[in-house]
């Protein structure tokens, strides 16, 4: 059987490590006021929308819900749908922005599974182009990504980016 591999999470799971002290990264982001820097796309009372600083594929973003949970059992309905809405209308950006063919959409409970950041739970939302990979992203280990963080930020968002800026 083939091993499962994620070179992609080692950047963020470095960062957890680094930033322990400061607590959860997302609800750090989330508190923030500067989402561009952030990459903050979407929010609402209940949830919001990120780019994947880590992204199997380009406009690759994470949705959450703005309270600091780490299983969806722990989710309230109202937080499942405002999520939800989040989802879909991330969904509806990319797809109008970047055209791609399909998505991935699921989620990865519990660091064993693959969740990078396992304390806050998080959908990812994958765009997915004919012939861009051969396989699911998240086993296959390999990444196309052509245009940048920042790029998709502005398109996603109508807003230029007034600094560009790096990682979390
Ligand atoms: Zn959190």
Same mark, same amino acid.
């Given at each position: 059987? &083939?091993? /499962? ?16 002290? =400061?607590? $959860?990264?997302? $609800? ?5 006021n500067k989402d561009a820097?952030n990459?903050i796309?979407?929010r609402?009372? /209940?949830?919001?929308?990120? /780019? ?8 690759? $973003?994470?949705?959450?819900?703005? =309270?600091?949970? %780490? ?9 499942? &749908? ?6 879909? @209308? ?55 990504? *052509?245009? %940048?963080?920042?790029?998709?930020? @502005? /398109? ?8 560009? *800026?790096?990682?979390?």
């Amino acid at each position: 059987m &083939q091993r /499962l591999w994620a070179p992609w999470r080692e950047g963020y799971i470095t960062k957890v490590i680094n930033n322990q002290h =400061r607590g $959860c990264i997302f $609800c750090r982001v989330l508190k923030s006021n500067k989402d561009a820097k952030n990459y903050i796309f979407l929010r609402s009372p /209940l949830a919001f929308a990120v /780019l994947n600083i880590y992204p199997y594929s380009n406009g690759h $973003c994470l949705i959450l819900s703005n =309270r600091h949970v %780490s299983d969806i059992s722990q989710l309230t309905p109202a937080e499942i &749908q405002a999520m939800m809405e989040l989802l879909l @209308e991330a969904k509806k950006l990319l797809q109008k922005t970047l055209k791609p063919h399909g998505f991935n959409i699921g989620l990865n409970l519990g660091r064993m599974a693959g969740a990078g950041i396992p304390g806050h739970v998080h959908v990812h939302v994958v765009p997915r182009w004919q012939g861009d990979h051969n396989f699911m992203p998240v086993t296959a280990g390999t990444k196309v990504i *052509s245009q %940048s963080l920042g790029k998709i930020y @502005e /398109l996603l968002t109508d807003v230029p980016r007034k600094k560009s *800026s790096g990682l979390w």
